[in-house]
C-alpha cells in the first residue's frame, strides 16, 4: 500500500474514531446556561424512546443522550447547552465514573413517567411552582382534582405532585385574615358543593378520603411529591382519620372533644408526635413547621443537600443532584420540618442545621416513594397571595427548582434498591 493512500486510509479512520456519537448535557455551575430546560431535554428524549442516562455527581448531574439532528436541534430550541463527545471520550466518562474511588454512577433512564399535577380546575400555573417549573422545562402533565382521585385515575400515572392544598377540611386555615374576602366565600362554597356531588356530607370527610386514595397510589408503587402545606396537611388527614378536627366555621358543628388524644401516627408518612394548631384564626395546621419558629433573616436563610454515596444510595443521590449544595431558602405556609417530629426511616435529604429544621425529606411507603419538600416557591421568598408569577426565564438556573424536577424525573430510572 502507498504512502499516501496509507496516510488516507488512517485519517478516514481517525474521522471515525472522533466522530461525535453522544451528546453531553452538561448540568455543572458554569457550563449549563438553562439548567431547568435540560430537564425537559431529557424527558422528551425518554418520550421518544430514546435511551438516556444520567451521571450523577459528574459535573452537577449530567445527562447523556445519544447523538441525534433532532436532539442537537431541540436543545438549540430551547437555549439548552450540550457537548458532542466521540465514542472513545464517553467510554473514558462512564470508566471514570465507575471508578471505586469516584462518588459517582451512571443510572439508566428507561421511560418517561406519566405525571400528575393534583390541582382545582381553573387553578393559574404561578399559583404553584411545580406546574409553572414543568410548563417552563416543557414537561407534559395532566391536571387531577378529587373526582380523578376518587374514581381511582390515579393507577393511570407513575408521579404525582400535591402542592399548596389543605386535606384537613379547614380551607387552608385562611380563616383569620380572608373569611370575608370573596375568593374565600367562594372557595368554601365550591368544596362544599363537591363533597356533596362526591356524595361526602363534609369537606374533611371527602378531602380525608382523597388523601386515603393518594396513600393507595403510594403504597402500590406510585411516586407522590408534595410542596408547602400539602406536605403537613396530607400526614394530619391520615393520623386524624375517622375524627372531627375542624371547628364550626369550617364544617358546621364543634370539633371532637379530646382530638389530640386520637390521633394515630401510625398512619402518617413522615411525621409523629405533633400537637394540631386548634385555634380556627391561626394561620398553622401544626406544630410540624418551623415558620413561626424560625429566627433566620432573609439574607442568611439558606439549607444545604445532604452527600449520599452514588453507586450504593442511587435514589437520595438523583433526588439531590444540583450545582451546589447551598441552597436558598424561601417560605410557605408550611416552610421546613421540626427535625424532632420526623420519623427515624424517613430520610432528611437537605437541612438548617441553625434552625433544627429538615427542608428535604424522603420515604418509602409500601411499594412506592414520597418527598416533602417545605415551602412555596424556590425564587419567591415570602410568597403572597396575589403576588404575580415568578419568571422563569429569570431563574433557569435555580438551585432550588431543580430539586423539584430531579423528583420529576427519577422514576424513569432503573430501580436499585436503597441502602440508606
Keep these: 500500500m502507498s504512502f499516501t493512500k496509507s496516510l488516507w486510509v488512517f485519517i478516514l479512520f481517525l474521522s471515525f474514531s472522533v466522530r461525535g456519537s453522544f451528546i453531553l448535557v452538561p448540568m455543572d455551575e458554569t457550563t449549563q446556561q438553562n439548567h431547568l430546560k435540560a430537564y425537559g431535554i431529557t424527558f422528551w428524549c425518554l ?48 470508566n471514570q465514573i465507575a471508578s471505586p474511588s469516584q462518588n459517582m454512577e451512571s443510572v439508566l433512564l428507561e421511560k418517561a413517567p406519566k405525571i400528575a399535577v393534583y390541582t382545582p380546575k381553573g387553578k393559574k400555573p404561578w399559583d404553584d411552582a411545580v406546574t409553572l417549573v414543568l410548563t417552563y422545562a416543557e414537561i407534559p402533565f395532566t391536571a387531577i382534582y378529587d373526582e380523578e382521585v376518587l374514581s381511582d385515575q390515579l393507577l393511570l400515572y407513575d408521579w404525582l405532585h400535591l402542592h399548596h392544598e389543605d386535606f384537613t ?30 356524595g361526602y356530607p363534609k369537606v374533611s370527610q371527602e378531602k380525608g378520603a382523597v388523601a386515603k386514595k393518594i396513600r393507595d397510589f403510594v403504597i402500590g408503587g406510585g411516586f407522590m411529591f408534595a410542596m408547602c402545606s400539602a406536605t403537613d396537611s396530607f400526614d394530619i388527614a391520615l393520623a386524624a382519620d375517622g375524627l372531627d378536627i375542624c371547628e364550626a366555621m369550617f364544617d358546621g358543628d364543634a370539633s371532637e372533644g379530646n382530638y389530640q388524644s386520637k390521633i394515630n401516627y401510625n398512619n402518617s408518612f413522615a411525621f ?54 447551598l441552597v436558598k431558602g424561601f417560605m410557605g405556609q408550611t416552610t421546613a420540618f421540626d427535625s424532632e417530629l420526623i420519623k427515624s426511616n424517613v430520610l432528611v435529604m437537605g437541612s438548617c442545621e441553625l434552625n433544627g429544621e429538615a427542608r428535604y425529606i424522603h420515604g418509602q411507603k409500601g411499594k412506592g416513594m414520597f418527598t416533602f419538600y417545605g ?15 415568578t419568571v422563569l426565564d429569570l431563574h433557569a438556573n435555580s438551585p432550588g427548582y431543580r430539586l423539584i424536577l430531579n423528583n420529576v424525573l427519577f422514576p424513569a430510572a432503573r430501580k436499585k434498591k436503597m441502602k440508606t
Design 375 to 389: 415551602g412555596h416557591d424556590p425564587e419567591d421568598f415570602q410568597h403572597q397571595v396575589g403576588d404575580p408569577p
Design 272 to 325: 409523629k408526635d405533633f400537637t394540631l394548631e386548634r385555634r380556627p384564626e391561626i394561620y398553622e395546621f401544626s406544630d410540624i413547621d418551623m415558620t413561626t419558629k424560625r429566627k433566620i433573616p432573609m439574607e442568611k436563610d439558606y439549607f444545604t443537600l445532604m452527600e449520599f454515596s452514588a453507586k450504593w444510595d442511587p435514589i437520595p443521590s438523583m433526588l439531590c443532584q444540583n450545582h451546589t449544595q
Design 169 to 198: 377540611g379547614q380551607y387552608g386555615k385562611f380563616y383569620g385574615a380572608y373569611k370575608n374576602v370573596p375568593w374565600y366565600i367562594d372557595q368554601k362554597k365550591e368544596s362544599e358543593a363537591l363533597a356533596i356531588k362526591l
Design 47 to 94: 418520550d421518544k424512546n430514546y435511551k438516556a442516562s444520567w451521571l450523577l455527581n459528574y459535573r452537577g448531574g449530567s445527562f447523556l443522550l445519544p447523538d441525534a439532528p433532532e436532539i442537537r436541534k431541540e436543545c438549540q430550541i430551547r437555549g439548552v447547552s450540550f457537548e458532542i463527545i466521540s465514542d472513545a471520550e464517553q467510554v473514558s466518562i462512564l
